[in-house]
């Protein structure tokens, strides 16, 4: 068993996320997350281009030629592949892709659209909005569980952690303009669920120690149990990680923004486990009688 | 915690190679057919469109609070009330009665038995609610009436849609309902939805009416548009034919023009009033009105009294068929909107087949060797447990014939990753116990006691998770939440009956090792 100091840099890496907070509480408010389809509505194309030649001003330039509104064009893995976004979004019209693709073929030659999503500002708004009641709903379901099963300054902990790696995670999104679609909202929830996981391993060992050792501290405690946790932790987050790495370099273009969220959360689900959720035990000067207390009621 | 009855070893194994059947027979073809489930792939795998459709009901609401109103007229006629300026604001009638009658006309639509009051009996709920004013009445839909109304013009809509994507032919659509005024639509495989987009996009109201002489529009006609955008008409309001009265359309070559047409074939009340109205009207001509526009306009030169007849309009042999298709299948209730579209190509789909399966066993491998690097002969335990569980979950999911998405592969990737943490906790748990524990029996079996509270709240947690996406999400993310949800399952069954067996087997072997983990 390791027996490192953890404890010693509480306050450290303590200030340090609450800067990280801050700073992704103001890159979310006012530079804001770059919403894909799903939740601005508008259309995307995934085009594959015959030859290597297409740049992508090129295809920029014939799509402002084709009044879409805002157009957005991105590589997509292959050089010969290309994300298109823009603003207008007309199903409405069966020939509206079937135009596109003609004057998007007469300008750079043959093209294959891969994939084509098209969503209407009513959905758009709906699946933005069912998305965060998603996120909402699954903080409020853990830290339910989690009173529950713990006393309520386990649950804050454990909620402070979550909120923690959920900010800083979408801060990231939003500092590299990284695209928030359907499936981050999915990565979002998975984090929840991991950052969860890792602090209630450490947490029920606190909760085991503070029961066996009256006289230890809780700020030495909670070290003495995040040193006996640590190798756990290190593995499930190596493998958790090593699975996830597979994913982001192996499973294809549209899995990468999903795969790249899962990491920030994993990496910072770990930290928070850490040195956010065991902090405010000690905050809240935690000790055997805070349990003993509950269990007798 | 080491000690297994036979009885569960038997059912563990039984159960485990059940499912692991299940799981392999996506891949194999076995001759029997004792099971002949298969996971189905998502859109985003096989290649398909996906299409929402929202009814826009106003016609729909409007039209029933015209033939409303004739009810109402008519009603209250027979019992000597006066009801008169009617007009329709948006779901409301309102209309003014003579001062004297409005006691009586209150009490008649308080009624809950009167007859314009048909929802009474069954649904406790009048069809419509009404405030008065002056002697003014203003009847409104009730929630209830509403919804009753918008339901029955969504089964409406979705029979027809129905009739039209299988009248197209692609395989295995999946048409469903989604709340009270949308209709989603699955075309798996399809490529290209630009025909089944034009085809839902038509109402096809059809109507047959004449053109009138006058050149003004006034009470009882209205200007029209030809089709092409070019001409316009003054046609009757008079109704002579609708669609409905149609029970065959197909595209056919008129030989002396060779111009595609489409022949139609008139039920036996239409051919009588088709042939009425033809014989009255020889020299007149005659507007056939598709959704307001019209197709052409031919003039009568003999009355048809056959119940058959042709529209001719300028058509390909496409567009004749899918005219025929649209006539065929009837007409919609009210038009319907696409608000949502994806489609994937079919080499898409496999390329994220093939990427997916790549990287499943890319780190699958990466878990599997790391694991025995950590653990040794208890890695190879652990990994044991992991293919199994592999094995579970594929199993299950077409025990369920779940839908398998791109997100959802990415579930099972990550499912490999988060299993071994069961095992790690009491592993790691184990290690603890051996440094107080000599005999290695009681160790390990306070290991697997020890850690198990702290395993299923962790699992909890990511459960929970999982269970709110799969009521809040949506298509392929939806297909995460389901490998998520389940591989926490199958991990805890595999690490709680598949590792705990072998461990407790070998362990009871080597007993009196010295470093055993």
Same mark, same amino acid.
Request: no cysteine.
């Given at each position: 068993m390791t027996n490192l100091a953890f404890n010693k840099f509480y306050k450290k890496f303590n200030v340090l996320s609450l800067i990280l907070i801050i700073i992704s509480l103001l890159l979310l408010l006012f530079k804001g997350l770059n919403y894909g389809v799903d939740f601005k509505g508008g259309t995307l194309i995934e085009v594959r281009t015959d030859k290597n030649s297409n740049n992508i001003s090129l295809i920029r330039d014939s799509f402002n030629q084709m009044n879409l509104g805002d157009v957005s064009v991105k590589k997509f893995g292959n050089e010969t592949d290309f994300i298109v976004k823009f603003e207008k979004q007309n199903s409405n019209d069966p020939k509206f892709i079937e135009n596109i693709k003609s004057k998007l073929s007469n300008s750079i030659g043959d093209v294959d659209f891969r994939r084509v999503e098209n969503v209407g500002p009513k959905v758009s708004s709906e699946l933005l909005k069912s998305g965060v009641i998603a996120i909402t709903l699954s903080l409020a379901a853990m830290l339910i569980y989690i009173w529950v099963r713990f006393e309520w300054q386990f649950s804050l902990g454990a909620i402070m952690a979550i909120f923690h790696d959920v900010i800083i995670t979408l801060g990231i999104f939003s500092l590299f303009s990284l695209e928030i679609n359907l499936s981050i909202v999915a990565a979002v929830l998975t984090i929840v669920g991991y950052s969860m996981n890792d602090t209630v391993v450490i947490f029920d060992r606190v909760r085991e120690n503070l029961k066996k050792y009256a006289d230890i501290k809780i700020f030495e405690l909670t070290n003495i149990s995040i040193n006996e946790t640590l190798s756990r932790t290190i593995i499930t987050s190596i493998t958790t990680l090593l699975a996830l790495l597979s994913i982001y370099l192996f499973g294809g273009e549209i899995l990468k923004g999903f795969s790249f969220a899962m990491i920030l959360g994993v990496v910072f689900g770990t930290y928070s486990s850490i040195y956010i959720a065991n902090p405010i035990l000690v905050f809240l000067k935690v000790s055997q009688k805070t349990i003993v207390k509950e269990e007798k009621d | 915690m080491l000690y297994f009855s036979k009885l569960r070893i038997i059912t563990v194994i039984i159960f485990t190679l059940l499912l692991s059947y299940f799981a392999l027979s996506n891949f194999f073809k076995f001759d029997d057919n004792l099971f002949n489930k298969n996971i189905n792939l998502g859109l985003d795998l096989q290649g398909g469109s996906y299409l929402l459709l929202e009814i826009d009901n106003k016609p729909v609401v409007t039209q029933k609070l015209q033939s409303k109103i004739l009810e109402f007229k008519k009603y209250f006629k027979d019992k000597n009330?006066?009801?008169?300026?009617?007009? &329709?604001?948006?779901?409301?009638?309102?209309?003014?009665?003579?001062?004297?009658?409005?006691?009586?006309?209150?009490?008649?639509?308080?009624?809950?038995?009167?007859?314009?009051?048909?929802?009474?009996?069954?649904?406790?709920?009048?069809?419509?609610?009404?405030?008065?004013?002056?002697?003014?009445? %203003?009847?409104?839909?009730?929630?209830?009436?509403?919804? !009753?109304?918008?339901?029955?013009?969504?089964?409406?809509?979705?029979?027809?849609?129905?009739?039209?994507?299988?009248?197209?032919?692609?395989?295995?659509?999946?048409?469903?309902?989604? @709340?009270?005024?949308?209709?989603?639509?699955?075309?798996? @495989?399809?490529?290209?939805?630009?025909? &089944? #987009? $034009?085809?839902?996009? #038509?109402?096809?109201?059809?109507?047959?009416?004449?053109?009138?002489? #006058?050149?003004?529009?006034?009470?009882?006609?209205?200007?029209?548009?030809?089709?092409?955008?070019?001409?316009?008409?003054?046609? $009757?309001?008079?109704?002579?034919?609708?669609?409905?009265?149609?029970?065959?359309?197909?595209?056919?070559?008129?030989?002396?023009?060779?111009?595609?047409?489409?022949?139609?074939?008139?039920?036996r009340v239409g051919a009588k009033k088709f042939g009425k109205a033809t014989s009255?009207?020889?020299?007149?001509?005659?507007?056939?009105?598709?959704? @307001?526009?019209?197709?052409?306009?031919?003039?009568?030169?003999?009355?048809?009294?056959?119940?058959?007849?042709?529209? $001719?309009?300028?058509?390909?042999?496409?567009?004749?068929?899918?005219?025929?298709?649209? !006539?065929?299948?009837?007409?919609?209730?009210?038009?319907?909107?696409?608000?949502?579209?994806?489609?994937?190509? =079919?080499?898409?789909?496999?390329? $994220?087949?093939?990427?997916?399966?790549?990287?499943? &066993?890319?780190?699958?491998?990466?878990?599997?060797?790391?694991?025995?690097?950590?653990? %040794? /002969?208890?890695?190879?335990?652990?990994?044991?447990?992991?293919?199994?569980?592999?094995?579970?979950?594929?199993?299950?999911?077409?025990?369920?014939?779940?839908?398998?998405?791109? =997100? @959802?592969? +990415?579930?099972?990737?990550?499912?490999?990753?988060? +299993?071994?943490?069961?095992?790690?906790?009491?592993?790691?748990?184990?290690?603890?116990?051996?440094?107080?524990?000599?005999?290695?029996?009681?160790?390990?079996?306070?290991?697997?006691?020890?850690?198990?509270?702290?395993?299923?709240?962790?699992?909890?947690? /990511?459960?929970?998770? +999982?269970?709110?996406?799969?009521f809040m999400g949506s298509g392929p993310v939806k297909g995460f939440s389901v490998t998520l949800g389940v591989g926490i399952l199958t991990t805890l069954f595999s690490v709680y009956f598949i590792a705990r067996l072998i461990t407790s087997l070998y362990v009871i072997k080597n007993k009196d090792k010295e470093r055993i983990i």
């Open positions: - | 009330l006066i009801l008169k300026n009617f007009s &329709i604001d948006k779901n409301s009638i309102i209309f003014e009665v003579n001062s004297n009658d409005v006691e009586q006309v209150r009490k008649i639509l308080d009624d809950d038995e009167s007859e314009i009051n048909p929802y009474f009996q069954q649904y406790k709920s009048h069809q419509f609610d009404f405030t008065e004013e002056n002697n003014f009445f %203003k009847l409104s839909f009730s929630r209830y009436g509403l919804v !009753l109304l918008k339901n029955s013009s969504l089964d409406q809509a979705i029979e027809i849609v129905r009739r039209r994507v299988d009248e197209v032919g692609t395989n295995e659509p999946n048409i469903l309902k989604r @709340g009270n005024d949308r209709i989603l639509v699955e075309l798996p @495989g399809l490529d290209n939805p630009d025909r &089944i #987009k $034009s085809l839902l996009g #038509k109402t096809a109201n059809l109507t047959f009416q004449f053109i009138t002489q #006058k050149s003004e529009q006034s009470f009882g006609s209205e200007k029209l548009q030809f089709e092409d955008g070019l001409e316009e008409a003054i046609v $009757s309001k008079r109704i002579i034919l609708s669609g409905d009265n149609l029970v065959d359309a197909k595209p056919t070559m008129n030989s002396q023009t060779n111009e595609t047409v489409v022949s139609f074939t008139l039920d009255s009207g020889v020299g007149k001509r005659l507007a056939i009105v598709l959704d @307001g526009k019209i197709i052409s306009a031919p003039s009568v030169r003999e009355p048809i009294i056959g119940g058959a007849g042709q529209i $001719s309009g300028n058509f390909t042999f496409q567009s004749a068929t899918d005219l025929a298709l649209l !006539l065929r299948s009837g007409a919609l209730p009210a038009p319907l909107n696409i608000i949502e579209e994806r489609t994937v190509g =079919p080499d898409l789909g496999q390329d $994220s087949i093939d990427a997916g399966i790549l990287s499943l &066993i890319i780190g699958f491998a990466l878990v599997v060797l790391f694991m025995i690097y950590k653990y %040794k /002969t208890f890695g190879f335990i652990a990994n044991l447990a992991l293919v199994t569980n592999l094995l579970l979950l594929i199993g299950v999911l077409t025990l369920f014939e779940a839908t398998l998405t791109l =997100p @959802g592969i +990415a579930g099972i990737i990550l499912t490999v990753g988060m +299993a071994v943490d069961a095992n790690v906790l009491i592993f790691e748990r184990i290690k603890e116990e051996i440094k107080n524990e000599k005999n290695l029996i009681i160790a390990f079996d306070s290991g697997y006691t020890k850690s198990r509270t702290t395993i299923l709240d962790a699992n909890v947690t /990511t459960l929970i998770a +999982a269970f709110i996406l799969f």
